[in-house]
């Protein structure tokens, strides 16, 4: 199944916080290939005052698990390399990883929705997609993520193209 996979990074060396998310996401996959975006930096949104500028991309991987296994790697991969979640939704964090679509499968549960609730309002997750997955249908919207990219509000937050290669 393929897995888009958003990562994120506003603390510590970004860079390396990055790369070793995606060689960890990339030991879960089943698949030989992989796709990665470009890196972008982006303005915090919705983020404490002060917050340090993410560096943030996508990445799609194939996963044969489920959804909720998913998860529960990602979230203690995530404690493991310094993610609190007890300081807050949006405090600075050395890493963040969120499962962007799974496939054509749509969750909804308490802790987990697929696809990513706020996929569709994000410059910094849309951007970062649109490189590798511009034509793909987000689902309940109807629209492609290029479609998406091009009507999100000027306001959205700054992002900027950093590095192809990471």
């Not at 987000?138 to 993520?145: H, L």
Request: charged residues 30%; positive net charge; aromatic residues 6%.
């Amino acid at each position: 199944m393929k897995v888009g996979l958003g990562l994120g990074s506003n603390i510590g060396n970004r860079l390396q916080h990055l790369r070793q998310a995606k060689g960890y996401l990339l030991s879960l996959s089943t698949g030989r290939w992989h796709l990665a975006s470009p890196l972008y930096e982006a303005e915090p949104v919705r983020c404490l005052p002060d917050s340090p500028k993410f560096l943030n991309a996508a990445l799609e991987i194939e996963y044969e698990g489920a959804p909720r296994m998913l998860l529960k790697k990602i979230l203690a991969y995530e404690k493991a390399h310094g993610r609190d979640r007890s300081t807050g939704k949006n405090a600075p964090r050395t890493i963040d990883m969120d499962i962007l679509y799974f496939g054509e499968r749509e969750v909804l549960e308490k802790d987990l929705v697929i696809p990513h609730p706020r996929l569709a309002e994000r410059r910094f997750v849309l951007l970062p997609l649109s490189t590798i997955r511009p034509d793909m249908i987000v689902k309940g919207t109807g629209k492609t993520v290029r479609i998406l990219l091009r009507e999100l509000p000027a306001k959205e937050g700054e992002v900027r193209f950093v590095q192809q290669e990471w």
